[in-house]
T-cell receptor
Framework: NAGVTQTPKFQVLKTGQSMTLQCAQDMNHEYMSWYRQDPGMGLRLIHYSVGAGITDQGEVPNGYNVSRSTTEDFPLRLLSAAPSQTSVYFC???????????FGPGTRLLVL | GQSLEQPSEVTAVEGAIVQINCTYQTSGFYGLSWYQQHDGGAPTFLSYNALDGLEETGRFSSFLSRSDSYGYLLLQELQMKDSASYFCAVFNNAGNMLTFGGGTRLMVKP
């Protein structure tokens, strides 16, 4: 099992550009989520999904969209990048035990 | 909403015991989780307490007191590789969103 994979590992964007961060898991987990982590801080939930076709907002959803067309994939879209979105983005998944989340390696995003 | 407080930094020497505290406020409580994150790495799950008391997993133990809204992570026989950030986390009252504390950076010195 590859677990949770994320691409790209690192990305530089200009203000106003859009892009999609990819996340995939091969553990057949129903629950998937996206977090952002700013330097020296904890993780903040952006969006989450409890199954294919179902998504909901977390603490900091503004400026981001998600979709969940399959169990395996949960992409995060930045609509119009802003410098405030410079961060490390982690995707996570879990089975029925939501307290145990498996994190991907992260995507480091720099918005200029 | 939820809020969690942890010390920002803790320093200890190799072989010692260290305790990382976490106090929380939440409208509905499902349990307290702990995660470890090495610099440049992803968070990894360490432990979960749903009930009061101590849970032991090897060198790591986690404690919860629901009446005090307080928990801690205890690391014994510290090793250099334990240098990392440690996060406590709780669920929202619907049980579908995990909120993380700001993290405690543990530095283990020789």
């Amino acid at each position: 099992n590859a677990g949770v994979t994320q691409t790209p590992k690192f990305q530089v964007l200009k203000t106003g550009q859009s892009m999609t961060l990819q996340c995939a898991q091969d553990m057949n987990h129903e629950y998937m989520s996206w977090y952002r982590q700013d330097p020296g801080m904890g993780l903040r939930l952006i969006h989450y999904s409890v199954g294919a076709g179902i998504t909901d907002q977390g603490e900091v959803p503004n400026g981001y969209n998600v979709s969940r067309s399959t169990t395996e994939d949960f992409p995060l879209r930045l609509l119009s990048a802003a410098p405030s979105q410079t961060s490390v983005y982690f995707c996570a998944s879990s089975n029925g035990r939501l307290e145990t989340q498996y994190f991907g390696p992260g995507t480091r995003l720099l918005v200029l | 909403g939820q809020s969690l407080e942890q010390p920002s930094e803790v320093t200890a020497v190799e072989g010692a015991i260290v305790q990382i505290n976490c106090t929380y406020q939440t409208s509905g409580f499902y349990g307290l989780s702990w995660y470890q994150q090495h610099d440049g790495g992803a968070p990894t799950f360490l432990s979960y307490n749903a009930l009061d008391g101590l849970e032991e997993t090897g060198r790591f133990s986690s404690f919860l007191s629901r009446s005090d809204s307080y928990g801690y992570l205890l690391l014994q026989e510290l090793q250099m590789k334990d240098s990392a950030s440690y996060f406590c986390a709780v669920f929202n009252n619907a049980g579908n969103m995990l909120t993380f504390g700001g993290g405690t950076r543990l530095m283990v010195k020789p």
